[in-house]
């Protein structure tokens, strides 16, 4: 096969490619398409079982009632996904985030030698539970302009795991919250 025959295989198959585009353009001109506002088909069917969204927590739902049954020990591996920024044992370095040894009950933005952003410096106050359930569940949403570069935790029962285990990794761990006084079902002993 000479390098003309070879021009002339790779025109043809060029030549085509491009009628295949024209003619694409040219019909969805000539038949463009209604597209209906609701893909799909509603379909309703009796007796069919809920939604699973239904069941997913609300995104303000109180931390409060999770933390009775979340467990520190899950806690622990779902916050590998943290310590990809910050260390979480005693005396650990900073990171790219703060080291979190005794965050719970922690003035905010006050770990020795980081370099905190504005928006962290002009919140104030301590991080309660709550907060830091708000804070890791989408941060940029609760205070934006936060230099931490994390989506967040969008699963509360995750989250609850995490705090959990979080608030044992303290010289002084703070009792949990609980709903309506009730003892934690999670013992805090000591680190
Ligand atoms: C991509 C890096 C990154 C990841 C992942 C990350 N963080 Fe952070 N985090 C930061 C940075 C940076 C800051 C400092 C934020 C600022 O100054 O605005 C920070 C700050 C914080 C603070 C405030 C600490 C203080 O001293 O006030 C908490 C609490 C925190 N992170 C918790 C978490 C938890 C819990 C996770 C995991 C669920 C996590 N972070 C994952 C980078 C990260």
Redesign the pocket.
């Known amino acids: 096969m000479d390098s003309f025959e070879i021009n002339k295989i790779a025109g043809a198959v060029l030549f085509s490619g491009v009628c295949v585009i024209a003619l694409n353009l040219t019909a969805g001109v000539i038949f463009s398409p209604d597209k209906p506002e609701q893909p799909g088909y509603a379909i309703a069917v009796a007796g069919a079982p809920d939604e699973p969204k239904a069941a997913a927590a609300p995104a303000d739902q109180p931390i409060t009632a999770l933390l009775a049954t979340a467990s520190a020990e899950r806690g622990q591996s779902a ?1 590998r ?2 310590e ?3 260390t979480l044992d005693k005396s650990g370095a900073n990171k ?3 080291n ?1 040894w005794g ?1 719970v009950g ?1 003035t ?4 020795a030698g ?1 370099n ?2 504005a ?2 410096k002009a919140k104030g106050g301590s ?1 309660t539970i709550d907060e ?1 359930n708000a ?2 569940q989408s ?1 940029k949403a609760d ?1 934006p302009g ?5 989506a967040g ?1 969008p699963k509360a029962s995750e989250r609850a795991d ?1 705090l959990v285990f ?1 608030n044992r990794q303290s010289d002084n761990p703070q009792p949990l919250p609980t709903t309506t006084g009730a003892a934690s079902a999670e013992p805090q002993p000591k680190q």
């Open positions: 916050a996904k943290c990809a920024c910050h790219v985030g703060p979190l965050v922690r905010r933005a006050s770990h980081f905190y952003s928006a962290m991080w830091l804070f890791i941060p205070i936060t230099a931490m570069a994390f935790v995490i979080l």
